[in-house]
């Protein structure tokens, strides 16, 4: 398949008149300066090592799809094309100067699609324009790393010893224009460009598989430009978990258009309703221009955006962290759209959506992912580390609109939302794992069908019995499946609650969800209110397994009774494991809790500054009782 493929060295690359085209699909640049200085310095080893029979150096590959005459959509090589043209940018206004100016050099040869502060950076870098002005901020680091990396290299700077810099940067300079070669394979005319890519490394790395399905579903909407770019917009927006989705949305005009001047209604009700925002756009004093980014000579379908930097909002660099990760979340805006049982496994993504791609699927697709995103932003629980560096809190944030700029405020002072974090906060650190969120499928499934939280601890408190009834007491044989609980039940449990539960022995298959359950209703009856769910993954036994020295072991009948269990972390455990409770209980006054229903058993401990078989049973006796009040 790659065999049609010529050679060429950088001047004859630039003097063609050919045009490079970065699809949307592909990584940003994102080449540093180590990157940087081994390519200056292989290429000035090699043209010193004059002995060699071939005095080349090999720069790599450039695979291209030929779109039009002199324009190539670039499949592979653009980092290094990319940094070619910057150095060019930079050796003709940093070091040539009116010195001796490269005549076949007549631009930058490249334009990032849909892309237009990379664009339109590498043209004001040829155009030595003000610094300032330059908006990308690695292709700008790059160019103000040419002319120091030059001088590391060759061991001297221009500014002092700029005889011996002229002569060697002139050796490099001949080598670096006629000796540096690049190979151009242009891939067959019926290729299909994502897979391909697919399939293809880019420095190694293998590209995401949300950014594979990213390329499929804005191939599908190519004919329609305001979609393709509307889409490319949204897509972007909502891939950043960490951050607002409207604050994705750069474009100060197109932001109000979508969110209000509130930031905090989306107005459109469906994907071509967004369009017709772009399109009144076009209309408003500065117009919206396709032809402004990509020339009059060009091709490429693109729409230029306003050019307005991004709104700045105080504290709120890697303020939070999402309780999922993007192609996850990918999947979940999939199931609930779709009603249908696929796996929330995002090795699978890319088989997933594999039969559903078409105009139609993408539009309703990219308006819910969206809708989604914002709901899950306004009312999902987050880590936020404004006030904690190291572990932040469980928060759930207004964006509010602001005399200058935006904010983040805890507008939900009420009882109801601090149920809401708390039960949120439960399903989460009870479920870690990113494929098995169910409860959070079942959160925006709620939020589709309202548009607001309101109603939503009621939801998630009926789910979390739904859970319990369903599941959790049940045999492996009677448990029903999360898609039944969610999606036919609607998070309503199916069974009723027994007159007595068989509580949960010690074994390896002990469900933490148990735990967490229960100390969520301990918490609601007013227990420790300053309790806060964290991970704790280890069950431990308040009387050890193998009690230290001078402490009798117990009978394995109470020893993995519930009631001498609890959660608490992983780090406590080995360290306390063997310790007494009087001698936990003592450690723990000097650290917060890991559990209520733990701080409980210690609190009886305090007491009688002893932890018998009968404490063991009564405790028992009393979680049982909180738990069968929660479920009835």
Sequence with gaps: MLNNSDMFSLKELFSKGDKYIIPIYQRNYAWEKTHLQ???QDVWDSCLNTHKKDRNYYIGTLVVYKTSQNLYETIDGQQRLTTINIILCALQNEIEKKRNPFPWFNGVNLAYQLREKASSSLQQLYEHVDPLSIEDAYIKQMYDDVKPT??????????????EFVERYDKFKKYFFDNVIITRVLLPSDTVMSHYFEIMNTRGEQLEKHEILKARMLEALKGDTKALWLANRIWEACSDMNHYVQMGISDT???QLIFSNDMNTLKARDFDELVRFVEKMEQQEEPFSIIDVIGKDSNIDQISSNRDKEDKYSGNEDRFHSVINFPNFLLHVFRVISKTDIPLDDKRLLDIFEKKINTVFVKQFIYQLLKLRFLFDKYIIKR?????????????LKLEVQEKGYSYNNTYHDKEEEKN???????HVSLPSQSYKHWLCAALLYLSDHDDGYGLYDYLNRLSHAYMLDRFIRSSSEQLDYYQIIFKNEGKPYNICPDKLILPRFNANIDIFYFNYLDMQLWLRGY???FVFTSRSSVEHFYPQHPMENFEPMDEEHLHSFGNLCLISASKNSKLSNFSPIQKTDFYKKSTIDSIKQKLMMDICESKRNWETSDIEKHAADMESVLLESLK
Excluded: P, Y
């Design 38 to 40: 081994q390519l200056v």
């Design 150 to 163: 030059m001088e590391t290299v060759f061991g001297c700077s221009l500014a002092e010893e700029e005889a």
């Design 253 to 255: 005009k197109l932001r």
């Design 384 to 396: 936020d580390f404004v006030d904690n560096k190291e572990t932040g809190k469980w928060n759930i």
């Design 421 to 427: 974090i708390m039960i949120q906060a439960m399903f």
């Design 528 to 530: 420790h209110r300053e």
